[in-house]
T-cell receptor, first 115, second 116 residues
Framework: AQKITQTQPGMFVQEKEAVTLDCTYD???????LFWYKQPSSGEMIFLIY??????QNATEGRYSLNFQKARKSANLVISASQLGDSAMYFC????????????FGAGTRLAVHP | DVKVTQSSRYLVKRTGEKVFLECVQD?????MFWYRQDPGLGLRLIYF???????EKGDIPEGYSVSREKKERFSLILESASTNQTSMYLC???????????????FGEGSRLTVL
Protein backbone atom coordinates (compact mmCIF):
# COMPACT_ATOMS: atom_id res chain seq x y z
CA ALA A 1 0.00 0.00 0.00
CA GLN A 2 1.10 3.54 -0.67
CA LYS A 3 2.29 5.51 2.33
CA ILE A 4 3.79 8.89 3.11
CA THR A 5 5.95 9.39 6.21
CA GLN A 6 6.89 12.73 7.73
CA THR A 7 9.03 12.06 10.79
CA GLN A 8 9.38 15.62 12.06
CA PRO A 9 6.28 16.73 13.98
CA GLY A 10 7.83 20.16 14.53
CA MET A 11 10.78 22.18 13.29
CA PHE A 12 12.06 25.66 13.90
CA VAL A 13 14.41 27.83 11.91
CA GLN A 14 15.86 31.30 12.16
CA GLU A 15 14.62 33.88 9.72
CA LYS A 16 16.71 34.03 6.52
CA GLU A 17 18.12 30.54 7.02
CA ALA A 18 17.30 27.48 4.90
CA VAL A 19 15.31 24.55 6.26
CA THR A 20 14.65 21.01 5.01
CA LEU A 21 11.41 19.20 5.75
CA ASP A 22 11.66 15.44 5.39
CA CYS A 23 9.30 13.18 3.46
CA THR A 24 9.65 9.53 2.54
CA TYR A 25 7.18 7.54 0.51
CA ASP A 26 6.40 3.96 -0.24
CA UNK A 27 4.93 2.72 -3.49
CA UNK A 28 5.50 -0.14 -5.88
CA UNK A 29 4.06 1.77 -8.83
CA UNK A 30 6.70 3.20 -11.20
CA UNK A 31 4.55 6.21 -12.07
CA UNK A 32 3.63 8.58 -9.28
CA UNK A 33 3.48 12.23 -8.36
CA LEU A 34 4.60 13.95 -5.18
CA PHE A 35 3.20 17.20 -3.78
CA TRP A 36 3.91 19.61 -0.98
CA TYR A 37 1.19 21.78 0.54
CA LYS A 38 1.38 24.57 3.11
CA GLN A 39 -1.38 25.15 5.65
CA PRO A 40 -1.17 28.46 7.54
CA SER A 41 -3.10 28.95 10.77
CA SER A 42 -6.05 30.24 8.74
CA GLY A 43 -6.63 26.68 7.52
CA GLU A 44 -6.48 26.81 3.73
CA MET A 45 -4.20 24.36 1.94
CA ILE A 46 -1.79 26.04 -0.47
CA PHE A 47 -0.10 24.02 -3.21
CA LEU A 48 3.65 24.62 -3.24
CA ILE A 49 5.44 22.24 -5.55
CA TYR A 50 5.07 19.05 -7.60
CA UNK A 51 7.52 16.33 -8.68
CA UNK A 52 6.69 13.59 -11.14
CA UNK A 53 8.44 10.26 -10.78
CA UNK A 54 9.83 10.50 -14.30
CA UNK A 55 10.98 14.10 -14.03
CA UNK A 56 14.73 14.23 -14.58
CA GLN A 57 15.35 17.37 -12.58
CA ASN A 58 14.35 18.38 -9.09
CA ALA A 59 11.35 20.70 -9.06
CA THR A 60 11.82 24.31 -8.00
CA GLU A 61 9.29 27.09 -7.39
CA GLY A 62 10.78 30.32 -6.15
CA ARG A 63 12.21 29.71 -2.66
CA TYR A 64 10.89 26.14 -2.64
CA SER A 65 12.78 23.20 -4.07
CA LEU A 66 12.18 19.51 -3.86
CA ASN A 67 15.16 17.27 -3.15
CA PHE A 68 13.97 14.16 -4.98
CA GLN A 69 16.01 11.01 -4.32
CA LYS A 70 14.18 8.24 -6.11
CA ALA A 71 16.36 5.35 -4.94
CA ARG A 72 15.89 6.39 -1.33
CA LYS A 73 12.19 7.15 -1.90
CA SER A 74 12.53 10.58 -0.38
CA ALA A 75 11.09 13.91 -1.48
CA ASN A 76 12.30 16.52 0.97
CA LEU A 77 11.13 20.13 0.74
CA VAL A 78 13.83 22.77 1.00
CA ILE A 79 12.81 26.33 1.84
CA SER A 80 15.57 28.83 1.27
CA ALA A 81 15.83 32.19 3.06
CA SER A 82 13.00 31.49 5.50
CA GLN A 83 10.50 34.24 6.21
CA LEU A 84 8.19 34.74 9.18
CA GLY A 85 5.26 34.04 6.86
CA ASP A 86 6.60 30.54 6.25
CA SER A 87 5.44 29.50 9.73
CA ALA A 88 2.76 26.90 9.00
CA MET A 89 1.98 23.19 8.74
CA TYR A 90 3.55 21.48 5.74
CA PHE A 91 2.14 18.34 4.20
CA CYS A 92 3.80 15.93 1.81
CA UNK A 93 1.43 13.96 -0.41
CA UNK A 94 1.53 11.33 -3.13
CA UNK A 95 -0.98 10.78 -5.87
CA UNK A 96 -2.69 7.41 -5.52
CA UNK A 97 -1.73 5.39 -8.63
CA UNK A 98 -5.22 3.90 -8.71
CA UNK A 99 -6.39 7.15 -10.26
CA UNK A 100 -8.83 10.02 -9.84
CA UNK A 101 -6.05 12.27 -8.52
CA UNK A 102 -6.63 11.09 -4.97
CA UNK A 103 -3.80 12.24 -2.73
CA UNK A 104 -2.38 10.31 0.19
CA PHE A 105 -1.03 12.67 2.85
CA GLY A 106 1.60 12.45 5.53
CA ALA A 107 1.00 13.55 9.12
CA GLY A 108 2.56 16.94 8.50
CA THR A 109 5.39 19.03 9.96
CA ARG A 110 4.78 22.25 11.85
CA LEU A 111 7.44 24.83 10.98
CA ALA A 112 8.10 27.84 13.18
CA VAL A 113 10.28 30.63 11.81
CA HIS A 114 11.91 32.73 14.54
CA PRO A 115 13.04 36.34 14.01
CA ASP B 1 -8.28 31.74 -9.78
CA VAL B 2 -9.83 28.46 -8.75
CA LYS B 3 -12.22 28.86 -5.92
CA VAL B 4 -13.51 26.12 -3.69
CA THR B 5 -16.04 27.39 -1.19
CA GLN B 6 -17.20 25.56 1.90
CA SER B 7 -20.47 26.74 3.33
CA SER B 8 -19.51 26.96 7.00
CA ARG B 9 -16.15 27.66 8.64
CA TYR B 10 -17.32 26.65 12.11
CA LEU B 11 -20.19 24.45 13.22
CA VAL B 12 -21.29 23.16 16.61
CA LYS B 13 -23.76 20.27 16.62
CA ARG B 14 -25.18 17.87 19.13
CA THR B 15 -24.74 14.11 19.15
CA GLY B 16 -27.31 12.44 16.91
CA GLU B 17 -27.96 15.49 14.73
CA LYS B 18 -27.82 15.24 10.96
CA VAL B 19 -25.08 17.49 9.59
CA PHE B 20 -24.63 18.80 6.06
CA LEU B 21 -21.32 20.21 4.85
CA GLU B 22 -21.55 21.89 1.48
CA CYS B 23 -18.77 22.50 -1.03
CA VAL B 24 -18.91 24.38 -4.33
CA GLN B 25 -16.15 24.81 -6.94
CA ASP B 26 -16.16 27.18 -9.87
CA UNK B 27 -13.53 25.66 -12.17
CA UNK B 28 -15.57 22.92 -13.83
CA UNK B 29 -13.45 20.24 -12.15
CA UNK B 30 -14.56 16.66 -12.64
CA UNK B 31 -13.14 15.31 -9.38
CA MET B 32 -14.19 16.39 -5.90
CA PHE B 33 -13.03 15.11 -2.53
CA TRP B 34 -13.82 15.26 1.15
CA TYR B 35 -10.94 14.87 3.59
CA ARG B 36 -10.84 14.89 7.34
CA GLN B 37 -7.86 16.42 9.16
CA ASP B 38 -6.85 15.42 12.67
CA PRO B 39 -3.65 16.32 14.55
CA GLY B 40 -0.91 13.74 14.03
CA LEU B 41 -2.92 11.93 11.36
CA GLY B 42 -2.70 14.34 8.46
CA LEU B 43 -5.54 14.32 5.96
CA ARG B 44 -7.58 11.20 5.42
CA LEU B 45 -9.92 10.69 2.50
CA ILE B 46 -13.57 10.13 3.37
CA TYR B 47 -15.26 10.06 -0.06
CA PHE B 48 -14.60 11.31 -3.53
CA UNK B 49 -16.57 11.78 -6.73
CA UNK B 50 -15.33 11.71 -10.32
CA UNK B 51 -18.57 12.71 -11.99
CA UNK B 52 -22.11 13.83 -11.26
CA UNK B 53 -23.98 11.22 -9.20
CA UNK B 54 -20.81 9.10 -8.98
CA UNK B 55 -19.15 8.50 -5.64
CA GLU B 56 -16.45 6.27 -4.25
CA LYS B 57 -15.46 5.44 -0.70
CA GLY B 58 -12.15 6.67 0.57
CA ASP B 59 -10.21 5.35 3.53
CA ILE B 60 -12.62 6.30 6.31
CA PRO B 61 -16.20 6.38 4.94
CA GLU B 62 -17.95 4.94 8.00
CA GLY B 63 -20.52 7.31 9.44
CA TYR B 64 -20.53 9.54 6.36
CA SER B 65 -22.37 9.78 3.07
CA VAL B 66 -22.05 12.17 0.13
CA SER B 67 -24.15 13.64 -2.62
CA ARG B 68 -23.18 15.10 -6.00
CA GLU B 69 -26.26 16.16 -7.93
CA LYS B 70 -24.49 18.93 -9.84
CA LYS B 71 -20.93 19.03 -11.15
CA GLU B 72 -19.96 22.05 -9.06
CA ARG B 73 -21.38 20.88 -5.74
CA PHE B 74 -20.31 18.05 -3.43
CA SER B 75 -22.00 17.58 -0.08
CA LEU B 76 -20.82 15.59 2.93
CA ILE B 77 -23.53 14.25 5.22
CA LEU B 78 -23.16 12.99 8.75
CA GLU B 79 -26.38 11.02 9.25
CA SER B 80 -26.08 10.95 13.05
CA ALA B 81 -23.19 13.00 14.34
CA SER B 82 -20.99 11.53 17.05
CA THR B 83 -18.31 13.12 19.22
CA ASN B 84 -15.56 11.22 17.38
CA GLN B 85 -16.52 13.11 14.24
CA THR B 86 -15.32 16.36 15.79
CA SER B 87 -12.68 17.41 13.29
CA MET B 88 -11.63 19.74 10.48
CA TYR B 89 -13.24 18.83 7.16
CA LEU B 90 -11.58 19.89 3.93
CA CYS B 91 -13.18 19.82 0.50
CA UNK B 92 -11.02 19.73 -2.63
CA UNK B 93 -11.42 19.51 -6.39
CA UNK B 94 -9.22 18.68 -9.38
CA UNK B 95 -9.29 18.08 -13.10
CA UNK B 96 -9.80 14.57 -14.36
CA UNK B 97 -6.73 12.36 -14.37
CA UNK B 98 -4.91 12.40 -17.67
CA UNK B 99 -5.52 16.00 -18.61
CA UNK B 100 -2.52 18.23 -19.05
CA UNK B 101 -2.00 19.16 -15.44
CA UNK B 102 -0.19 17.87 -12.38
CA UNK B 103 -3.41 16.70 -10.80
CA UNK B 104 -3.03 19.06 -7.89
CA UNK B 105 -5.97 19.42 -5.59
CA UNK B 106 -7.52 22.82 -4.92
CA PHE B 107 -8.83 23.11 -1.39
CA GLY B 108 -11.51 25.06 0.38
CA GLU B 109 -10.81 26.85 3.64
CA GLY B 110 -12.11 24.00 5.76
CA SER B 111 -15.05 23.49 8.08
CA ARG B 112 -14.30 22.95 11.73
CA LEU B 113 -17.02 20.78 13.23
CA THR B 114 -17.52 20.27 16.94
CA VAL B 115 -19.97 17.60 18.07
CA LEU B 116 -21.08 17.92 21.70
Amino acid sequence: AQKITQTQPGMFVQEKEAVTLDCTYDTSDPSYGLFWYKQPSSGEMIFLIYQGSYDQQNATEGRYSLNFQKARKSANLVISASQLGDSAMYFCAMRDPLGYNKLIFGAGTRLAVHP
Amino acid sequence: DVKVTQSSRYLVKRTGEKVFLECVQDMDHENMFWYRQDPGLGLRLIYFSYDVKMKEKGDIPEGYSVSREKKERFSLILESASTNQTSMYLCASSYRTGTKNTGELFFGEGSRLTVL
